[in-house]
């Protein structure tokens, strides 16, 4: 214990987050005795086998530990080599990461089924043009049908996403035809999600498959079914029953806590939990109740990913991304935590613990020591929600620790789904990207990158992220955000249209023009599917090359922790962008997996990965390879002209 506390000492806050509410709460904590994960990430080093994913724990024959410095001097009892080993290592990720994105997208489609069905009333169509766009982007005739006919087809069609046997995942058809030809001959194009990660265990099995070509392509057709399947289902069922995101003024930081309030957070991945309980905090009798217990109202705030959906969707303020769950604990303010599914920490129900918080699990799927489960389910949600509620007010009502809530609060703007894109550039008459693909060709816009991800105590929470962000956007690169990257920004500034002053001459008059920020936040992580469909607008439009491959565009994760991250990354990989991660990359260099990852993958027409820990490499290597496709469609010149003009322009107004 001595020697832990001098471990902490010496770290000072400041080098562990530049969040301040975060920073002053892990003060806070330390203070007061508690241990956070920060503390931990520093007590615990990293096993560098494992880092290296040099190891294999596949079998009893094992666990088997090969070398990182001499790759080849050995390999495992059953023979697998370090090609075979990281590979197997490397599927097992993107096969979870794929499993969590892909069953929270079939429970949003079990909640839509039963919606259609008529055996769950709680929640209803909200936006019926998005459903009849969906169902018209994958085939589905929708000329002189009911809302409720054309949702019953486009319930059949979705399904396939998941348990079809044989044949392309309906969202295919929205893959620009040249990308598509190049999946087919990689022999990468899913069948249903559930198939394409079955096969992906067995083949990682002990004594299967043991080619990490061969492997590879079952982890880039498992990402796919991810991104252009799991996710993206998710992303369009949420929006057709919760409605499309538009840009919307929303407060995001700590201080959207209040002391005279019942404090309620959700923290989570999937909306309904988060809609109903919206639904039960403006229940007249549990406001009522609140204010008969001495609060001023019942305050709802979220965390990670469902609450930049809501967010997005609805303006409810968010407190903060992933290495800030166990901090907002320490203010003692908050009366209730709810959570469900993904990225919640163990760790959270013994800080909730130290501060007398009561903390709700609600999923099936996510049960915590220490935590309360109140079962949610659809068909009676509210049963939950209002339970969550009324034990938040009993709570507020017996507050006995003291209350230290960071005064810190950032205003900024969210919501931009890829049909609000399209609607800002094109206008209110003609949506279209052809404004965008216009600007990028101009060279005004240099590019566009997503920047999205997690936060890990590994780094410096939040610095990646926007020293990462202002450097891509100095440099005329258009930043599209989603998960807890975006909150990082948010918390930054950079989510406001003022922030266009921080871009590039270029990037600064479209911003100017449009009045848009220069940073774009998507909303959560299933999202993502939301920046694939801009990018496959963009290829439809024209001028900017036939295949997603040709676009220059790139991506990063990077403070990334999550195999979810690593699915991501693999389906943009796949989707023909260079993807740049931080922190840590489970690989060893020369290693045949490795050249195969970050270049070879290239040349079969897809993009490839890319690794920095250092935020300024990250964007020249970004840059760089921006500035490489931009030369490629021969559209590099247009740039240099088109800057030029715009300093001749303000010397001569300056003159
Ligand atoms: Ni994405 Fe969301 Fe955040 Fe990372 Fe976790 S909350 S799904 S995995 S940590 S961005
Ligand atoms: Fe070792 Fe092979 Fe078993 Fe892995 S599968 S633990 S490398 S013997």
Same mark, same amino acid.
């Given at each position: 214990?001595?020697?832990?506390?001098?471990?902490?000492?010496?770290? &000072?806050?400041?080098?562990?987050?530049?969040?301040?509410?975060?920073?002053?709460?892990?003060?806070?904590?330390?203070?007061?005795?508690?241990?956070?994960?920060?503390?931990?990430?520093?007590?615990?080093?990293?096993?560098?086998?494992?880092?290296?994913?040099?190891?294999?724990?596949?079998?009893?024959?094992?666990? %088997?530990?090969?070398?990182?410095?001499?790759?080849?001097?050995?390999?495992?009892? %059953?023979?697998?080599?370090?090609?075979?080993?990281?590979?197997?290592?490397?599927?097992? +990720?993107?096969?979870?990461?794929? #499993?969590?994105?892909?069953?929270?997208?079939?429970?949003?489609?079990?909640?839509?089924?039963? *919606?259609? &069905?008529?055996?769950?009333?709680?929640?209803?169509?909200?936006?019926?043009?998005?459903?009849?766009?969906?169902?018209?982007?994958?085939?589905?005739?929708?000329?002189?049908?009911?809302?409720?006919?054309?949702?019953?087809?486009?319930?059949?069609?979705?399904?396939?996403?998941?348990?079809?046997?044989?044949?392309?995942?309906?969202?295919?058809?929205?893959? /620009? /035809?040249?990308?598509?030809?190049?999946?087919?001959?990689?022999?990468?194009?899913?069948?249903?999600?559930?198939?394409?990660?079955?096969?992906?265990?067995?083949?990682?099995?002990?004594?299967?498959?043991?080619?990490?070509?061969?492997?590879?392509?079952?982890?880039?057709?498992?990402?796919?079914?991810?991104?252009?399947?799991?996710?993206?289902?998710?992303?369009?069922?949420?929006?057709?029953?919760?409605?499309?995101?538009?840009?919307?003024?929303?407060?995001?930081?700590?201080?959207?806590?209040?002391?005279?309030?019942?404090?309620?957070?959700?923290?989570?991945?999937?909306?309904?939990?988060?809609?109903?309980?919206?639904?039960?905090?403006?229940?007249?009798?549990?406001?009522?109740?609140?204010?008969?217990?001495?609060?001023?109202?019942?305050?709802?705030?979220? +965390? %990670? %990913?469902?609450?930049?959906?809501?967010?997005?969707?609805?303006?409810?303020?968010?407190?903060?991304?992933?290495?800030?769950?166990?901090? =907002?604990?320490?203010?003692?303010?908050?009366?209730?935590?709810?959570?469900?599914?993904?990225?919640?920490?163990?760790?959270?129900?013994?800080?909730?613990?130290?501060?007398?918080?009561?903390?709700?699990?609600?999923?099936?799927?996510?049960? =915590?020591?220490?935590?309360?489960?109140?079962?949610?389910?659809?068909?009676?949600?509210?049963?939950?929600?209002?339970?969550?509620?009324?034990?938040?007010?009993?709570?507020?009502?017996?507050?006995?620790?003291?209350?230290?809530?960071?005064?810190?609060? &950032?205003?900024?703007?969210?919501?931009?789904?890829?049909?609000?894109?399209?609607?800002?550039?094109?206008?209110?008459?003609?949506?279209?990207?052809?404004?965008? &693909?216009?600007?990028?060709?101009?060279?005004?816009?240099?590019?566009?990158?997503?920047?999205?991800?997690?936060?890990?105590?590994? *780094?410096?929470?939040?610095?990646?992220?926007?020293?990462?962000?202002?450097?891509?956007?100095?440099?005329? =690169?258009?930043?599209?955000?989603?998960?807890?990257?975006?909150?990082?920004?948010?918390?930054?500034?950079?989510?406001?249209?003022?922030?266009?002053?921080?871009?590039?001459?270029?990037?600064?008059?479209?911003?100017?023009?449009?009045?848009?920020?220069?940073?774009?936040? +998507?909303?959560?992580?299933?999202?993502?599917?939301?920046?694939?469909?801009?990018?496959?607008?963009?290829?439809?439009?024209?001028?900017?090359?036939?295949?997603?491959?040709?676009?220059?565009?790139?991506? #990063?994760?990077?403070?990334?922790?999550?195999?979810?991250?690593?699915?991501?990354?693999?389906?943009?990989?796949?989707?023909?962008?260079?993807?740049?991660?931080?922190?840590?990359?489970?690989?060893?260099?020369?290693?045949?997996?490795?050249?195969?990852?970050?270049?070879?993958?290239?040349?079969?027409?897809?993009?490839?990965?890319?690794?920095?820990?250092?935020?300024?490499?990250?964007?020249?290597?970004?840059?760089?390879?921006?500035?490489?496709?931009?030369?490629?469609?021969?559209?590099?010149?247009?740039?240099?002209?088109?800057?030029?003009?715009?300093?001749?322009?303000?010397?001569?107004?300056?003159?």
């Amino acid at each position: 214990m001595e020697k832990k506390t001098e471990i902490e000492k010496k770290v &000072n806050v400041r080098d562990l987050t530049i969040c301040d509410a975060t920073a002053q709460m892990l003060e806070k904590a330390r203070r007061d005795g508690v241990e956070t994960a920060f503390d931990r990430a520093i007590n615990m080093k990293a096993c560098p086998i494992g880092a290296d994913s040099a190891c294999c724990k596949h079998c009893a024959m094992g666990p %088997c530990r090969l070398n990182a410095k001499d790759p080849y001097g050995k390999v495992g009892v %059953c023979g697998a080599d370090i090609d075979t080993i990281q590979a197997r290592n490397f599927s097992r +990720m993107v096969a979870s990461g794929a #499993a969590a994105h892909t069953d929270h997208g079939m429970s949003m489609l079990d909640l839509f089924r039963e *919606v259609v &069905n008529g055996h769950i009333t709680d929640y209803s169509i909200k936006d019926p043009l998005k459903l009849e766009s969906v169902a018209q982007s994958i085939g589905i005739e929708t000329e002189g049908k009911s809302v409720a006919e054309i949702a019953k087809e486009l319930y059949t069609e979705l399904e396939k996403t998941y348990i079809q046997i044989e044949g392309e995942i309906p969202f295919m058809k929205r893959v /620009p /035809p040249k990308t598509l030809e190049t999946w087919r001959k990689l022999g990468v194009v899913p069948r249903g999600a559930m198939r394409e990660i079955m096969e992906m265990m067995h083949r990682t099995h002990m004594g299967v498959d043991q080619h990490y070509e061969n492997l590879a392509q079952q982890f880039t057709r498992t990402a796919i079914s991810d991104g252009w399947g799991g996710s993206m289902v998710a992303t369009e069922i949420s929006d057709i029953l919760f409605g499309t995101p538009s840009p919307i003024c929303v407060e995001v930081n700590m201080g959207v806590l209040k002391e005279n309030q019942v404090n309620i957070i959700i923290h989570g991945h999937e909306p309904n939990l988060f809609e109903s309980i919206l639904e039960s905090v403006n229940e007249p009798s549990l406001v009522q109740a609140a204010k008969d217990a001495g609060a001023a109202g019942i305050n709802l705030v979220g +965390m %990670c %990913c469902s609450g930049a959906e809501m967010l997005s969707r609805h303006g409810i303020p968010h407190a903060g991304n992933f290495m800030s769950t166990e901090a =907002i604990l320490v203010t003692g303010a908050v009366d209730a935590l709810g959570v469900d599914v993904q990225c919640i920490k163990q760790g959270l129900a013994k800080v909730a613990e130290c501060y007398g918080t009561p903390m709700f699990t609600t999923n099936s799927r996510c049960r =915590i020591e220490g935590a309360v489960h109140i079962p949610f389910d659809d068909h009676h949600p509210k049963e939950c929600t209002d339970e969550i509620v009324i034990r938040a007010i009993t709570r507020f009502k017996h507050r006995t620790h003291p209350i230290e809530i960071p005064n810190i609060v &950032n205003v900024g703007v969210h919501g931009f789904s890829h049909e609000y894109i399209n609607y800002m550039l094109g206008g209110s008459f003609r949506g279209s990207y052809t404004p965008l &693909n216009e600007n990028i060709i101009n060279g005004r816009i240099r590019g566009v990158a997503g920047v999205v991800g997690c936060t890990n105590p590994r *780094v410096k929470q939040d610095w990646v992220h926007v020293e990462l962000v202002k450097e891509l956007i100095k440099n005329d =690169i258009l930043v599209l955000q989603t998960g807890c990257s975006q909150i990082a920004l948010a918390k930054a500034g950079l989510t406001v249209p003022e922030a266009a002053i921080l871009a590039g001459p270029g990037l600064r008059e479209v911003c100017e023009t449009v009045g848009m920020p220069p940073v774009l936040g +998507m909303g959560s992580c299933v999202d993502n599917s939301r920046i694939l469909v801009a990018a496959a607008e963009m290829v439809r439009e024209g001028g900017l090359g036939d295949s997603l491959a040709s676009l220059p565009v790139a991506g #990063a994760a990077p403070e990334w922790m999550s195999e979810k991250a690593i699915s991501i990354g693999q389906y943009f990989v796949a989707s023909g962008v260079y993807t740049v991660f931080g922190v840590t990359f489970p690989i060893v260099e020369h290693t045949k997996f490795y050249k195969m990852m970050f270049e070879d993958f290239e040349k079969q027409g897809l993009g490839k990965w890319g690794f920095a820990v250092d935020p300024y490499e990250m964007a020249r290597m970004m840059i760089d390879h921006i500035d490489k496709k931009r030369k490629a469609l021969g559209i590099d010149k247009a740039r240099e002209r088109t800057l030029f003009d715009m300093a001749d322009r303000r010397s001569m107004e300056a003159a």
